[in-house]
């Protein structure tokens, strides 16, 4: 009995997802917020509080219908960092 009360409890641990964190720029070097867009292509960055925002490299991580936007983003050591881009609708009715 006891073996399978061990068996169930750790299928249980196993389906359970953990929230990951996302980085934040505010407390971030605006060359590390920079070198992590770069590095990954594209990342979800919070920038302040409980917003956030996906930052990406280039347009190629962007849908077919969108354009890429620069963006800057606070860090610890700026208030104004170019990571740099969002992506965002080509569609001249889409605001």
Not at 8 to 27: I, T
Not at 71 to 95: E, H, I, L
């Amino acid at each position: 009995m006891t073996r399978i009360l061990i068996a169930l409890f750790a299928l249980s641990l196993a389906g359970v997802a953990f929230a990951q964190g996302r980085p934040q720029s505010p407390a971030r070097s605006c060359d590390a917020n920079r070198q992590s867009v770069i590095a990954n292509g594209a990342i979800v960055l919070g920038t302040g509080g409980y917003t956030y925002d996906r930052f990406v490299r280039d347009r190629s991580f962007c849908q077919f219908d969108e354009i890429a936007d620069p963006a800057w983003v606070p860090a610890r050591d700026t208030p104004q960092c170019f990571v740099g881009y969002r992506c965002k609708s080509a569609s001249p009715w889409d605001n």
